[in-house]
């Protein structure tokens, strides 16, 4: 009987993971659907507990998504800060827009070339990140550091020309 008991609780377990994943796919990929499977998950899954306070999270911010705000971006900086908060959103194409008017602002500022490269490399544009994280590293070698050291150019590693680029000498 306990054993019935345990094999049930397990089995409900793996239903509330398998809807879990399904929510967060929908709400990585920032489908409509996305807040009502999170509050579906919270109707049908309430004793789980640790995935319960997750799911509050992200049906949080997924609310947060539908409400529109105007934000009035005026110089380099507005443009700057904005683009990192689509980018830290995923929302590479807007991201990329800001980056370029901030861009038309400073060009000579490295640092907007090298979230344009690492945009462009989490997008799958490889060429565009090689000859953007070439100039980010022309104007400041300090991004040869970084590059060598990011994530996002996992893709473009083993690249000659990235190599080039970020060689550390």
């Known amino acids: 009987m306990a054993k019935a008991k345990e094999k049930a609780k397990k089995d409900d377990y793996q239903k509330a993971l398998a809807a879990y994943s399904l929510a967060m ?3 990585r990929k920032k489908e409509d659907k996305a807040c009502e499977l999170l509050k579906d998950f919270i109707a049908k899954y309430s004793s789980e507990k640790e995935l319960i306070d997750r799911v509050q999270i992200y049906l949080t911010l997924c609310e947060g998504r539908k409400q529109k705000t105007k934000v009035s971006l005026k110089d380099f900086e507005d443009y ?5 908060y689509k980018m830290n959103q995923g929302n590479y194409e807007e991201a990329l ?13 490295g640092k907007i070339h090298y979230l344009i490269a690492t945009i462009y490399c989490l997008t799958g544009k490889q060429e565009e990140c090689i000859d953007s ?16 050291n990011e994530s996002s150019f996992i893709d473009i590693k083993e690249d000659k020309r990235f190599k080039l680029i970020t060689k550390l000498s």
């Open 25 to 27: 796919k929908s709400f």
């Open 80 to 84: 700057y800060q904005y683009g990192i």
């Open 97 to 109: 827009k800001l980056f370029q008017k901030a861009q038309n602002e400073e060009p000579k500022e």
């Open 133 to 148: 994280l070439k100039k980010a590293v022309h104007l400041d070698k300090f991004f040869k550091i970084l590059a060598n």
